[in-house]
């Protein structure tokens, strides 16, 4: 159970280290990933169908997701369409663009197909225990992802990307295009949500094209667990460290809902509510926190 | 401006003129409209099984094969289409595709097809007759045999099932696992999903309070058997399947259901009834209850792996086994 929580929180991590850039780097909520997620999925077990390379197969599903993201960054910035609005633009045309890369299906199995994950099986076992051959294959995955991110950030491009969440007349005035910038960024972010839904793919056995429902609010709720794990950090490695921390945790509440759940008579189909509530308590305990600064404050000034 | 309303009447004057062109190809073959929920192994067979059995009536059909992928709302829409095409005859296969065409088609026969429980879904009034225009086949499942046939290879106390909440056939049938396991003296463990992504959590979150799973013919949850099957065989614990058509590719225990081709040509049969002027109304629902329509599939390479012993009557009564990696049809 414990290793099941954590693969699964590390896959989808790397979602939600994708959804931190948008929602929290960049301040663009974006909804793309509701079909981004299966995009990579289908790219993925649609190449591997085909017999290219799978670390290509990765690559082309990482690809296929910084257009999927680019395409809501142009709708946004050269059609004046709310962010919102053209994220949801997006993941509605992919859903029948995902349709068409799986065959015409929205289902197609993964049979017998060296993925991934047999290939790090086969090499691994032996040297770990079976158990855990995923696990540490996913923890050096999510951190190397982890660390180049943490590398981009530090980079001029990186860091002029944070300041645009932050102030963006200021990026503007240092006389950089806030529009480019968006592109990059959301780009980036869809591209590691795609990664995650290739990840996911060969992890489950199947490429699904309902694979994202609702992705991006257990992303939301991950980001927002991880931040609240540590009090106010600026430091990038910190902040993405959170983020993959959040997943891990959101993924184990989930799980205990559905192992525990039946002794306090909730069934399964309760997890969405339960989804919502938790953010909208994240969202009451964050305010209730600056309150009390306020407060504070008011205090101190007397 | 005024270029533009000369260039919309132009446009609108062509349209009209065309209007009557377009509308006057009377079909010369009989066009049937077909819908399913979602492409999967069985669905797919019901669809082939029909148009086989039309070919082998000889009956001169066109065919506008339709898929909702599994979105409701696709459905309604598809039932459009086939209304403005005016098509002689429409068939749904799974609940929700049958459920949209009942809903919006006027004056045109509907045949249902892998249709649970066709009562419960509103398609019509009761199983021995048919309603105002629609009748068809029930793929309802013999679970309680299914189960006791499960009990004589494995002793089960505790039986889990996993299902669609969002699929009412599989809701209906969750209704009849419960039942049956309460008339059989075994613990009932119950979980459910919302989407294929969901299924693997699932298992994972019951495998350890159960001794055997049983899947219904549930969409959702047969697309993702291979999560399934995977943690199953883990945790060593047996599946008993009613789908045999997914059965032969992942590791199934055993799979007892019908042979959903068979159940397109008992569909097929129905549709050229219907075409031939019997009114659906007089029809009752059709079950697939013959012994030739049924499919037991015993996978005795699982049956090893997990350290059970398959008694010698059941493997003779199945007529597909799967054995050394081998899968052997008995006909």
């Known amino acids: ?302 | 401006m005024r270029k533009r309303i000369g260039l919309l009447l132009t446009f609108l004057a062509v349209l009209v003129i065309s209007a009557p062109v377009l509308a006057a190809n009377p079909p010369k073959r009989v066009l049937i409209g077909i819908s399913k929920i979602v492409a999967h192994p069985a669905l797919d067979a019901v669809e082939k099984g029909i148009q086989d059995e039309l070919a082998a009536e000889k009956i001169n059909a066109q065919y506008d094969l339709q898929n909702a992928n599994g979105d409701i709302s696709t459905a309604s829409s598809i039932a459009n289409k086939f209304q403005s095409e005016r098509v002689n005859l429409a068939v749904g296969i799974a609940t929700p595709t049958s459920q949209a065409l009942a809903n919006t088609l006027k004056g045109i026969p509907i045949v249902f097809s892998a249709v649970t429980d066709p009562v419960k879904a509103g398609l019509v009034p009761s199983l021995r007759q048919g309603g105002k225009s629609v009748t068809g086949v029930s793929d309802m499942t013999p679970v309680k045999q299914q189960i006791q046939l499960l009990l004589r290879i494995k002793k089960v106390k505790r039986l889990g099932h996993i299902y669609t909440s969002s699929e009412e056939n599989a809701v209906v049938l969750a209704g009849i696992v419960k039942q049956a396991c309460k008339e059989l003296g075994i613990e009932y463990v119950e979980t459910t999903v919302s989407k294929s992504a969901e299924v693997k959590q699932a298992v994972q979150a019951i495998i350890h309070r159960v001794d055997a799973l049983y899947i219904s013919t549930d969409n959702t949850v047969v697309s993702a058997l291979s999560a399934v099957a995977d943690v199953a065989m883990k945790n060593r614990v047996p599946i008993m399947s009613a789908d045999p058509s997914s059965a032969e590719t992942y590791p199934v225990l055993a799979a007892w259901g019908f042979d959903y081709y068979k159940m397109g040509r008992a569909t097929g049969r129905l549709v050229a009834e219907i075409l031939r002027g019997k009114k659906p109304a007089q029809i009752p629902t059709r079950f697939m209850t013959k012994t030739s329509d049924i499919d037991l599939l015993i996978n005795l390479d699982v049956a090893r792996k997990l350290g059970l012993t398959v008694p010698k009557d059941i493997v003779k009564s199945a007529n597909q086994l799967v054995e050394n990696g081998k899968l052997i049809k008995k006909k």
Not at chain 1, 190 to 209: K, T
Not at chain 1, 222 to 233: A, D, H, R, T, W
Not at chain 1, 238 to 257: D, E, K, N, Q, R
Not at chain 1, 262 to 291: E, F, H
Request: charged share 10%; hydrophobic share 55%.
């Open chain 1, 1 to 302: 159970m414990i290793e099941g929580i954590l693969v699964e929180g590390l896959i989808y991590g790397i979602m939600v280290l994708g959804v931190f850039i948008t929602f929290r780097v960049l301040d663009f909520p974006d909804l793309t990933v509701d079909g981004s997620f299966p995009l990579g999925a289908a790219l993925m077990v649609q190449c591997m169908l085909l017999g290219v390379n799978n670390w290509l197969a990765l690559l082309v599903a990482f690809a296929g997701g910084v257009l999927a993201g680019m395409v809501t960054a142009l709708i946004h910035n050269h059609l004046k369409v709310p962010n919102l609005l053209a994220g949801i633009l997006t993941m509605t045309m992919l859903y029948s663009i995902n349709i068409r890369i799986l065959g015409n299906r929205a289902n197609v199995p993964i049979l017998n197909q060296e993925t991934i994950l047999t290939q790090i099986t086969d090499r691994l076992t032996g040297i770990v225990p079976d158990d855990y051959i995923l696990l540490v294959f996913f923890v050096v995955v999510a951190i190397v992802v982890k660390v180049l991110l943490d590398l981009f950030f530090r980079t001029d491009l990186g860091m002029t990307l944070g300041a645009l969440g932050n102030n963006e007349q200021m990026v503007i005035s240092q006389g950089v295009n806030p529009k480019t910038l968006k592109t990059i960024g959301v780009g980036l972010s869809n591209g590691l949500v795609a990664l995650s839904g290739a990840f996911a793919a060969q992890y489950l056995g199947f490429a699904d094209v309902g694979l994202g429902q609702g992705i991006i609010i257990s992303g939301l709720a991950s980001v927002m667990i991880g931040e609240f794990l540590v009090m106010k950090s600026n430091r990038i490695g910190v902040l993405t460290f959170c983020a993959l921390m959040g997943s891990i945790l959101f993924h184990g509440v989930m799980y205990v809902g559905r192992y525990y759940g039946y002794l306090i008579k909730m069934t399964p189909n309760d997890l969405n509510l339960i989804k919502g509530v938790l953010i909208i308590l994240l969202l009451v305990i964050s305010q209730s926190k600056k309150l009390k600064k306020f407060a504070l404050k008011a205090m101190v000034q007397k």
